[in-house]
């Protein structure tokens, strides 16, 4: 009996974890859309979260495809097997600008013990989106007419299973990129934010394409 609860805790606090995570990825997506200017500011609402002030989307397309993406790294938050989720921020001829890269890493060792570490854990999620509110002071403007998308890197065998949603219960269309469509050659490395918990490791950082302007060709 005590193996089974043992597991048990060690299930719920997955649970509980990988909704935090995609609450929290969800708002700091948005976040970063909304400080960089990928979309006009009259398609954000602004609400609060973690008791920090945020701009969320509502663009019904923008909305459906973060929460799609979302909804299907669920089940690979659960079991450790993200290494790390890249917001790429794209020019009209598709050239990467900036990579905001979040490393993920959950501990699922124990269960939570009470309400005290969620808190300490949401206070320090909410100094991310504090960092991703200010970013903007540090990066240059990115060219017109940008657009985005979001890369997630896993294990080899993790990765075929998003590419097969009959695996995963999903119907969102991952698919394989190269190198070349999400790295960012000769940038420069902006870190924001990090973070340890007894649940939680995450690293936040920016990679930024220098010279900018000189990709419009």
Not at 11 to 23: F, K, N, V
Not at 100 to 119: A, Y
């Amino acid at each position: 009996m005590a193996a089974t609860s043992s597991n048990q805790h060690k299930l719920d606090t997955s649970e509980i974890i990988s909704d935090i995570l995609c609450e929290f990825l969800e708002v700091a997506i948005h976040t970063i859309l909304y400080v960089r200017d990928i979309y006009p500011a009259v398609i954000f609402d602004k609400r609060k979260k973690y008791n920090v002030p945020v701009q969320m989307s509502c663009h019904p397309q923008v909305n459906e495809y973060i929460l799609s993406v979302l909804q299907s790294i669920k089940p690979l938050l659960k079991s450790d097997s993200i290494r790390s989720l890249a917001l790429v921020i794209v020019d009209k001829m598709k050239h990467p600008m900036e990579r905001f890269v979040f490393e993920i890493q959950p501990l699922m060792v124990s269960c939570f013990k009470d309400d005290v570490l969620l808190t300490r854990l949401e206070s320090g999620l909410r100094a991310f989106l504090l960092k991703l509110n200010m970013c903007d002071a540090v990066l240059s403007a990115n060219p017109p007419d940008c657009s985005f998308a979001i890369v997630v890197y896993t294990k080899e065998s993790d990765a075929r299973k998003l590419e097969c949603p009959e695996s995963t219960n999903q119907e969102f269309p991952w698919i394989t990129v190269d190198d070349s469509e999400a790295q960012i050659e000769g940038g420069c490395i902006l870190p924001l934010k990090s973070y340890t918990s007894d649940y939680l490791k995450m690293q936040l950082y920016v990679e930024e394409r220098t010279n900018k302007g000189l990709q419009q060709s």
